[in-house]
């Protein structure tokens, strides 16, 4: 069975005990030498690398002498502050950690497969379901919070004597979101990796680059798309009007 070395090394290390609680729930992994699959491997490597960053960069911040990290911190700050603001309201600040921890989160996943012997975790569908899943819930949580009941009538339309049509539209409408964000960024990551692979086997040097900078790319725009929509869904969840 074919493993990254990072997941070889997770298998190595830890398979006896992710064995022993797969059983426990009542589950086996196809594999029992290698319960780890890649991409969670690579999740968990994102996870311990920007746990390591937060924590450099909390020990190095300075009021009189702010490095290079505290003004990139402080820019993705400042953008994320400017661009809620713009779309959730006065009251962003509350979701500004999630916000944030979700775009370093998906980026760093996009680009981890740019590093030879790593992989691009959102390129299987279950990471970008899993956020997507995370993201839903976060969202009608706070819409909740915002609103109280006044939330659940907001999906039983304008008029209550439409509302035994309009219930089952609203929820089919905000689970269907869940598999939007899914697939727009699986389907991205997933063909972009697709195309860099090709492209490299054929011609080891030289054109693969301009691909990879077009990994880049794409992994930036699926990042602001997705953190963009998440957005937008906690300005209608949290908006007043319901």
Sequence with gaps: ???????????????TPVNALLHAL?????????????????E????????????????????????TLQHFIESVYGMMDAQSEEI???????????????????????LLGLI???ETPT?????????AVVTWCFYQ??????????????FMGPVWWLAWLMLP???ASHLARMLSLTVRLYANMFAGDMVTLVFFSLLPVGIPVIFMGLHVGVALIQTFVFVLLTMVYLGEATAHEH
Excluded: W
Excluded at 49 to 65: T, Y
């Design 169 to 171: 539209i609203e929820i």
């Design 116 to 118: 030879p012997f790593f």
């Design 1 to 15: 069975m074919h493993q990254l070395p990072f997941t070889a090394l997770l298998n190595h290390l830890f398979a």
């Design 141 to 154: 949580f706070h819409g909740l919070r915002a609103n109280g009941l006044g939330y659940i009538k907001h």
């Design 26 to 42: 009542g589950l086996h992994a196809a594999h029992a030498e290698a319960p780890i699959p890649d991409f969670l491997a690579m």
């Design 44 to 67: 968990i490597l994102v996870v311990v690398l920007l746990s390591v960053f937060f924590l450099v960069a909390r020990a190095s911040l300075s009021v009189e002498k702010p490095g």
């Design 88 to 110: 959730i309201g006065h009251d962003n600040k509350r979701y500004l950690s999630y916000l944030i921890t979700l775009a370093l989160f998906i980026a760093s996943c996009n």
């Design 123 to 131: 390129g299987s569908a279950v990471v970008p379901l899993g956020c």
